[in-house]
């Protein structure tokens, strides 16, 4: 028997040290068990990189940290050419290891308290017009990160005062209210807290993370911000079935959610979560239909939609795939 890992400050854990740690094990999918992908999801990289490493050159020399890297996301390639980015503050460590997700797990460094100043300053500097900020969960901090996020919304809207905010959050485990009465006095344009799958495959895929407490997060910050709309993302691929999926987007509706993304899960190695189904664009173009029905104001499904895929566009109501 292995020992278990004794985790150090700071330390990034991945891959199958991130699993190893997760009370629901998930056994390392063999290469002739993965699913090959279909021509639909497919990319193709850019000719030129000059924008892209300009904007990982921009990050490296601030110290910041974008989840476009650290989630690996597909779409960085033509995001960072584009010029934009999805700022992750509070660190590049996660205290939740979600089996989904490839940002490295560990004990975070305490938050840098000159990276909200930091933040704004790079993207003045990048002269961005639309920005989303998340951040890993932080349970080992008493407000979550929520203080944090306040004072990043700030200091961005002072060296930026026509730029637009978009803020995809944790789910404040067990702190709630005093996350949202930290965010108060500095809301975002957009307020972002995703679902990621049906509740059926919480255990399995948000160990630690709650569907009704989720839901009932976005709905509180709806009423407290009547103005701010809500938005929230899943995964397909993980197993659920479209007639769960439906339930789901009947549950964000009824809890005030205005905006959606749906996206196809794509598994960062063989010991993540294996994708149980490519689901074909067809299919997601069927979703968005169903979500515009049941009152989505925005609705952007297809096989490469992520959170904050082309965000800015999202917002506008440009139509997402």
Known sequence: MSKPIQMERGVKYRDADKMALIPVKNMPTEQKEMLRKPEWMKIKLPADSKRIQDIKSALRKNNLHSVCEEASCPNLAECFNHGTATFMILGAICTRRCPFCDVAHGRPNQPDENEPAKLAKTI???????????????????????????????????????????????????????????????????????????????????????????????????????????????MMGLGETKEEIIEVLKDLRAHGVTMLTLGQYLAPSRHHLPVERYVPPEEFDELKEIALGLGFTHAACGPFVRSSYHADLQAQGVEIK
């Open 124 to 234: 003045s500097d990048m002269k961005l017009k639309y920005v989303v900020v998340t951040s890993v969960d932080r349970d080992d901090l008493r407000d979550g990160g929520a203080k944090h996020f306040a004072d990043c919304t700030r200091e961005i809207r002072a060296l930026n005062p026509e730029i637009r905010i978009e803020t995809l959050v944790p789910d404040f485990r067990g702190r709630m209210d005093t996350a949202l009465e930290l965010l108060k006095d500095n809301p975002p344009d957009v307020f972002n807290h995703n679902l990621e799958t049906a509740p059926r495959l919480y255990r399995k895929a948000r160990p630690g993370a709650n569907y009704k407490w989720s839901l009932e997060l976005l709905k509180k910050f709806g009423e407290m911000h009547p103005n701010v709309p809500t938005k929230s993302g899943l």
